[in-house]
């Protein structure tokens, strides 16, 4: 449905308005998208002769199927999902960007439950796993990264996912800050900067802070990279690369002032408090790439992990092509 939904952009070199080429780039919103935002803002999709539409969706998840028929050319993806789809033999997707070399899902639990529970940040890693046994936990939506990184904890802390906890979807970053703000859900775990907000606004405790590595086995991690639709970017290289290069001088000036980038992205963020996305995105900054290019080895020791965590449910193909390359990224 949401693929029909979404405008079919052109192939094979059709130029949109302007002489410029049409992209759309399906992602939920996240700080971790910042060189795109600031891409966008400061005209750096133009200069590439890219005539870019974001599609801002409710879930990761729901931009799947419209890569996959075309009628977006870029989606933000977890590894593991892509990893996935292509065990379930949907291999119409290749990852061509990196974004994020750790996991940034950041867990916030309402302070008198964890008090309760006895545990805080400072807690070892396994107190704060088995702290979530009983709750109502909320995620974006079934199957979704918040949803299966979440299950990794209850598993890691020996409790059965679908016995010992109550896994809710709710939707978007905001909607799971008003859930955990009412008291619809106890925790929820997404990517900064709602957990941070929640803190702030003295509803909620940080137990996991995934861009400060927390999570041992997470924190050097492929996590998150723009996939394309492997035909479209066959047909379009040259628009594939310059996608990537606007990406790439984006991240340059987030890198350069975070305070600049944090103003310039709050519209998209869903929250109006600068402050709170510059602590966002200074959180972000060393898991964030520079480059967008894929190291061979991260990528198998990732592929591995997330077999052994059951993310996946095989290991996956390490080699260049199968998941990921590094043709379109000047790697």
């Given at each position: 449905m949401l693929a029909l939904a979404l405008p079919v952009?052109?192939?094979?070199?059709?130029?949109?308005?302007?002489?410029?080429?049409?992209?759309?780039v399906t992602s939920l919103p996240s700080a971790f998208l910042a060189s795109m935002y600031v891409a966008e803002k400061n005209g750096l999709f133009a200069d590439e002769g890219i005539d870019l539409e974001i599609v801002e969706l409710q879930s990761g998840v729901d931009g799947v199927s419209a890569v996959v028929s075309g009628s977006a050319q870029f989606?933000?993806?977890?590894l593991d999902d892509l990893a996935t789809l292509a065990q379930e033999g949907e291999e119409s997707?290749?990852?061509?960007?990196?974004?994020?070399?750790?996991?940034?899902?950041?867990?916030?639990?309402?302070p008198d439950v964890a008090r309760d529970k006895g545990v805080t940040r400072e807690s070892?890693?396994?107190?704060?796993?088995?702290?979530?046994?009983?709750?109502?936990l909320g995620v974006t939506s079934p199957?979704?990264?918040?949803?299966?990184?979440?299950?990794?904890?209850?598993?890691?802390?020996?409790?059965?996912?679908e016995r010992d906890a109550e896994i809710i979807a709710i939707g978007d970053g905001a909607s799971l800050l008003a859930a955990l703000e009412t008291g619809q859900i106890d925790a929820y775990q997404l990517s900064p900067p709602t957990p941070y907000v929640a803190e702030q606004e003295g509803?909620?405790?940080?137990?996991?802070?995934?861009?400060?590595?927390?999570?041992?086995?997470?924190?050097?991690f492929v996590y998150t990279g723009f996939a394309v639709n492997r035909a479209w970017a066959e047909e379009n290289p040259r628009t594939a690369q310059a996608f990537s290069r606007a990406l790439n001088a984006g991240m340059e000036r987030v890198a350069a002032d975070t305070a600049a980038a944090s103003a310039e992205i709050v519209d998209r963020m869903g929250e109006d408090d600068v402050a709170i996305i510059q602590q966002t995105l200074d959180a972000l900054l060393p898991a964030l790439s520079r480059d967008g290019c894929f190291d061979p080895a991260a990528v198998r020791s990732t592929l591995e992990t997330m077999d052994s965590v059951e993310l996946t449910p095989d290991l996956g193909d390490a080699n260049e092509g199968a998941l990921w390359t590094n043709d379109y990224n000047g790697c």
């Open positions: 952009a052109a192939c094979g070199g059709d130029a949109g308005a302007g002489g410029l080429e049409p992209v759309t989606a933000d993806m977890g997707l290749v990852m061509t960007h990196n974004l994020v070399g750790r996991v940034t899902f950041t867990l916030v639990m309402n070892p890693i396994e107190d704060r796993y088995a702290a979530l046994e009983g709750l109502k199957g979704a990264a918040s949803d299966k990184y979440l299950r990794h904890y209850l598993r890691s802390a020996g409790l059965d996912p509803f909620g405790t940080v137990l996991i802070d995934g861009p400060a590595g927390d999570v041992p086995e997470f924190k050097d």
